[in-house]
């Protein structure tokens, strides 16, 4: 059932990336090899309370929205930095 589900999200929308995420020790390597996946591991989460919380339960489909916004902050964290060092080089 997954391999027909990311068939049909490659067919149809070929350029969105997509995520899968893995909760326990489940190998999806050719999966993420034949449909370019990004596979999001719950044991691997930076914050221990957030994997002890999320693994096992229904709430694991939320860790991509949880990991991608500490991503975000990080990426807008380094462009506000990056600005103000261009500034005091440019001043």
Request: proline share 3%; charged share 25%.
């Amino acid at each position: 059932m997954v391999g027909a589900t990311l068939a049909s999200m490659r067919h149809y929308c070929p350029e969105v990336p997509i995520c899968l995420i893995a909760d326990g020790d489940v190998d999806v390597s050719d999966l993420e090899k034949q449909y370019e996946l990004i596979v999001l591991r719950i044991d691997e989460l930076p914050l221990e309370d957030m994997r002890k919380m999320i693994g096992g339960s229904y709430r694991v489909k939320l860790a991509a929205m949880w990991e991608i916004f500490f991503h975000l902050q990080e990426i807008l964290n380094y462009l506000i930095f990056t600005k103000s060092q261009r500034e005091k080089i440019v001043a």
